[in-house]
């Protein structure tokens, strides 16, 4: 019994426990919010150690109300951070919650419209929400096991508030930037007049903008701080660091003892203050200001003028540099800045002055590595006479790292501590004999002669040149293009066409009357041969198969879509020649062959490092973009690969082989044939199994290349040990696990710019997608590629197992035509 009675005194106090358990978790604020959970006004999270509070309030005066996070140990009332900061709430009648399914939190109105959501790319079936002990408001899926795996985070929007942990920074990869904004004012929390910002032109460095105005920066990072922020340094109450790898890079700190507690703030008047909070006068205090003075005012002095405040005036001139306007500079008026006292004389006995103790110049129009030594920076700067200034770009350990401007140097001011060394190129005149840099006078002037001396020859020869060619293309263009081209009623045509006719016994002897030895291939109608006119001028030339009729429609159609285009992407046609049976077409020579010979072979694709891929990847674009929408003739291509991608002296690419490309009118973009020709592996899903062509399969041809060039690999027959993907679909796999960059050619590694090849990637993705409708047009391709907007996310590749449907259809295809390493295929019966 006394057992029994011993259990029946456990289950009662264990009742009630839990009911006391139950009623005070009621009563007390929870951190979490469920998929089902709804925050009305007046309801709030608190974060477990009960540090931050969410919920709606009013800022100031205001009666507007706002779902935001504030301080709830301390300071009640100073927010860090607003959701709905653009579009407030009249009343209280705002709710937070789930939108069924999909992961994201709204925010509505009385009358149940969404005025604030969070944005997600995924869709969970299970979120939930929770203000974590950070500040951070963090969406994930509560079936993660992973609790790290964030949908969405508070601490990716920055307001005026930059707290503990928030990276405040870029990623390069995807383009996306946090950065701070000021509030209006104390009564509206919505984006005022100030940014503080990244700006990664050269090396990183923050600028601090009032619309179109820098106000002040910060410096490049120097490994311990940004150059002009000398009072950053160690302190008990926070610790710091500078993040830069090729995925992103920011700006962190952390607070030592969370008894302490400290935030940075962009003030609605533009000042980034740093506060901490003191428990005993219960209030903020400015622990520093990024801008010290009013040598903080970016560019006070001008170009190459110096500030420091400690001198009166400000302003001066950097030694061996003299006032542009020395009546203006007198008068306190320094904005024109400084000029040198002798000029450049460019390699010829330039020299470098060193300053000490300065924050370094504007940094955007700067270069950097950072293994150079300071020897290496030196010689690298003395190298283009366009670099005005190098110094380390890490002041450790004795300095290491190269950091180059190019321009007039900007916004130098004098510090009084943690001041930084700056080489400034100066003329030997302005150098201490005893430098060392400058060189023999002898030898300086002997250089100069020696160098006009080619110049002389150089422009002789040019002259020369010029009117040996003047003399040539009177004879070339005696007729215009004739009857030959009539039929099939292209005669409209005839009168367009500005294309000089070219005498066949002046092409044949050209090519050494078209000698096996200058054969350079067999095009899609005929052989192609290397030649040169007396002149000179080196061209290829494309003979017409005398028995090909096919070849005559493809000979037609090259010489009309052509003739009328000009673009420097383009293949240029210099004549043509209708005499008797031969019909022949004569282009530009082009000395590097075609892309396919480089990007696909081991030894030569080290010749194409990363920029020189970029360049091409660009040109393409802008070739194809006249094309389709520039030129008088809208053209779809519909044979684009690698091999009819041309490249001249300079690398820049150029598209040729319009044979079976197709010209419109008008707004129509595109077309059905029962003719399909292609290349495998190039080949839209869309045209290759329905033979429907448009600008889009074009676009889908371009995705091709673009992931061929970066990858070095084919399409078509791509081999992989792990799956039977394509290329499209190993790109695809790669960019789903988040691996994108192992799809780089290792032999780009040394040259490659991460976030330019990632958002290649992404551009060619993009391009291949399955439906011609997901894919951009190349107009926006071309803007995708130069600009850094955040770029939307692919849908799945086209064609990227390789099922080879493409194959089976077309085995019985009635005619191929070979060309080079690649495999063209017409088909002209219906399916
Ligand atoms: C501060 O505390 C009061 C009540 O204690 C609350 O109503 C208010 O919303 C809190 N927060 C702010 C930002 O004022
Ligand atoms: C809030 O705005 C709504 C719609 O604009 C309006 O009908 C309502 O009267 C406003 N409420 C207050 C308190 O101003
Ligand atoms: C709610 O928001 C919608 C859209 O912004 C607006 O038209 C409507 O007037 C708002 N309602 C209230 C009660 O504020
Ligand atoms: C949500 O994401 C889309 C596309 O990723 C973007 O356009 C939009 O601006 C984002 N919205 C917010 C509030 O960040
Ligand atoms: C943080 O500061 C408090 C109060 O000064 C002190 O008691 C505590 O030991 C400190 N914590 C750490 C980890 O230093
Ligand atoms: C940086 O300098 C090192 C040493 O001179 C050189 O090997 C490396 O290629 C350079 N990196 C870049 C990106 O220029
Ligand atoms: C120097 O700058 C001029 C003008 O900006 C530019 O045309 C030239 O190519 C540059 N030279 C070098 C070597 O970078």
Redesign the pocket.
Known sequence: MLHLQNINGTVLRLFLFLTLCTDFRLSAAVDTMAATDTIKDGDTLVSADGTYELGFFSPGNSLNRYLGIWYKKISNGTVVWVANRETPLNNSAGVLKFIADRGILALFNGSNSIIWSSNSSRTVQNPVAQLLNSGNFVIRDATDTNPDNYLWQSFDYFGNTFLPGMKFGRNMITGFERYMTSWKSNDDPSEGDYVYKFDHTGFPELFLTNGLSVLFRSGPWNGLRFSGTPELKQNSIYTFEFVFNQEEFFYRYKLVNDSVVSRMLLTQNGLVERLTWIDRTAGWNIYLTAQMDNCDTYALCGAYGSCDINNSPMCTCLKGFVPKYPNQYDMADWSNGCVRKSPLACGKGDGFKKYSGVKLPDSRYSWF????SLK?CNVECLKNCNCTAYANLDVRQGGSG?LLWFNNLMDIRQLTENGQDLYIRMAASELDKSSGILKNPARTILGILVLMGALLLGVLLALYVCRKRRQKREVISLGKMGSGMGRDGSESHKDDLELPLLDFDDIAEATGYFSISNKLGEGGFGPVYKGSFSDGQEIAVKRLSKDSRQGLDEFKNEVICIAKLQHRNLVKLIGCCIQEDEKLLVYEYMPNKSLNHFIFDKNRSKMLDWPMRFHIINGIARGLLYLHQDSRLRIIHRDLKASNILLDNDMNPKISDFGMARSFGGNETGANTRRVVGTYGYMAPEYAIDGLFSIKSDVFSYGVLVLEIVSGKRNRGFHHPDHDLNLLGHAWKLYKENKLLELIDPATW??CMIPQVARSILVGLLCVQQSPADRPSMASVVVMLSSESELPEPKPPGFFTERKPVEIEFSSSNKEICSGNDFTLTMLEPR
Request: proline share 0%.
């Open positions: 590595n950072t293994s150079m290496e190269c040394v040259s």
